[in-house]
């Protein structure tokens, strides 16, 4: 098992920005991929960001050029620093990571980001 814990979410003001952190422990070395995903109000959760063990990543249209994700090993720690929020940014946003196979996919409990205009 693995067990991810979100902090750093919060209210900011539209332009504004934040780092979410995401600590994994447990059986870390199943993990293969790393993200952040949000779901807003009455919405479908949607995947935010993605970063492979071989440090690739992926971004969704709506976030690229103002969202970053990263990871740092050593503290098997994934981080997703947002700049220029918006307000429709405001979402809980949800750290998943994913191991070899369909069995192995775990999520956090999710941190508030609210962005007012």
């Known amino acids: 098992q693995v067990q991810l814990v979100e902090s750093g979410g919060g209210l900011v003001q539209a332009g504004g920005s934040l780092r979410l952190s995401c600590a994994a422990s447990?059986?870390?070395?199943?993990?293969?991929?790393m993200g952040w995903y949000r779901q807003a109000p009455g919405k479908q959760r949607e995947e935010v960001a993605l970063i492979l063990n071989n440090g690739r990543t992926n971004y969704a249209d709506s976030v690229k050029g103002r969202f970053t994700i990263s990871r740092d090993n050593a503290e098997n720690t994934a981080y997703l620093q947002m700049n220029s929020l918006k307000p429709e940014d405001t979402a809980v946003y949800y750290c998943?990571?994913?191991?070899?196979?369909?069995?192995?996919?775990?999520w956090g409990e999710g941190t508030q980001v609210t962005v007012s205009a």
């Open positions: 998943h990571a994913a191991g070899p196979g369909p069995a192995y996919d775990y």
């Open positions: 447990g059986s870390i070395f199943r993990i293969v991929a």
